[in-house]
């Protein structure tokens, strides 16, 4: 077991015209090329990327031009398609109930860009960062939430990786209706869960390069999608344990900052980073830690920073470390 101290970032960037996105990404996607796929890196996959934006995302395209000509990497705008990026695979926990979206992130802390980010491109949206201007989990002003985990399938497909998804799903929807059905046609390169929640219901879906939407039969996901788990994959993320502890505790914070649910094997990128607490229909989320927790709001955004220990409770019983899983990251 591994101990992290993290600093966390809260920023505020408006409409991404002010300079304040991209002096906070600028030395990050410097290491642009070692992001993207090789595809990636030539003319003709730089093409094929923007036009699967263009097709896909197109409420996006001025934002995404605007981001991209305040940075001075010449893979910026191809970078941040999200449509030619290496796969990542992460852990986590999450759960959707009654209008309120819980999950634990498990990632290598230091691979986890640790930044909230309170924005206003299309519409105010509220959520964790990740490469560049993606998200790992989020709200908008509408009061809908969403999150996502890896779908524990190690295959590759044409199409986006998540966290620009999320992103787009937030600036352009409403209600969980409304993203399912958008989220239904939109080409994902990896196999991911999706947790949506609104003020009505809460869904997961699962989605990927190699199946159709698939809606799973309540709002809670691990790190599986389809049954049986193989045997050498439950061992090493205990992704059906954690669903069967999360579907018996609820949407129940303390149980998330407790094992089973509240993971370790940091050194193995298995390790929970962060505990989010979304309730979009009061605009209002709170990132929990062991002894810790950092609340903002939609309309009380408060930039500014919080540095928290990662790490087992003291009172909590300790168990076995996880096998090594080869892992990727944006980073």
Not at 29 to 38: H, P, Q, R, Y
Not at 59 to 78: G, I
Not at 142 to 166: C, E, K, M, N, Y
Not at 301 to 330: I, K
């Amino acid at each position: 077991m591994s101990h992290y101290v993290k600093t966390f970032h809260a920023i505020e960037i408006g409409d991404g015209t002010d300079g304040r996105w991209a002096a906070h990404v600028r030395s990050a996607m410097a290491k642009a090329e070692d992001w993207l796929t090789e595809e990636g890196r030539t003319l003709e996959g730089a093409a094929q990327a923007r036009q699967l934006f263009d097709t896909h995302m197109p409420e996006l395209v001025p934002v995404l031009d605007r981001l991209a000509d305040q940075l001075d990497s010449p893979d910026a705008k191809t970078l941040l398609t999200m449509a030619t990026v290496r796969p990542f695979f992460s852990g986590c926990t999450q759960i959707g109930h009654e209008g309120t979206l819980l999950r634990n992130y498990d990632f290598a802390p230091e691979h986890c860009e640790g930044t909230i980010v309170s924005s206003q491109f299309l519409r105010p949206v509220i959520g964790m960062q990740e490469a560049g201007w993606g998200l790992l989990d989020g709200m908008n002003d509408a009061g809908l939430a969403v999150s996502l985990t890896f779908g524990g399938r190690f295959v590759h497909g044409p199409g986006f990786a998540i966290p620009l998804v999320l992103r787009y799903l937030l600036e352009t929807c409403r209600t969980v209706d409304e993203a399912m059905d958008r989220l239904r046609t939109i080409p994902i390169a990896i196999p991911q869960n999706v947790t949506l929640v609104d003020a009505h219901q809460s869904r997961t879906v699962f989605v990927g390069p190699d199946i159709p939407m698939t809606q799973a039969h309540d709002a809670c996901a691990a790190n599986h999608q389809h049954l049986p788990v193989p045997d050498e994959q439950e061992r090493t993320t205990r992704t059906q344990a954690r669903l069967a502890a999360v579907q018996a505790a609820g949407v129940d914070v303390p149980s998330m900052l407790r094992p089973p649910l509240y993971q370790c094997s940091y050194d193995q990128w298995l390790g929970t980073v962060y505990t989010a607490h979304y309730r979009p229909a009061e605009g209002r989320v709170t990132y929990h830690w062991p002894g810790e927790h950092w609340e903002h709001t939609i309309v009380g955004f408060t930039p500014g920073s919080r540095t928290v220990a990662l790490g087992r409770p003291a009172t909590a019983t300790t168990t076995d470390a996880y096998p090594t899983v080869a892992r990727h990251s944006f980073r």
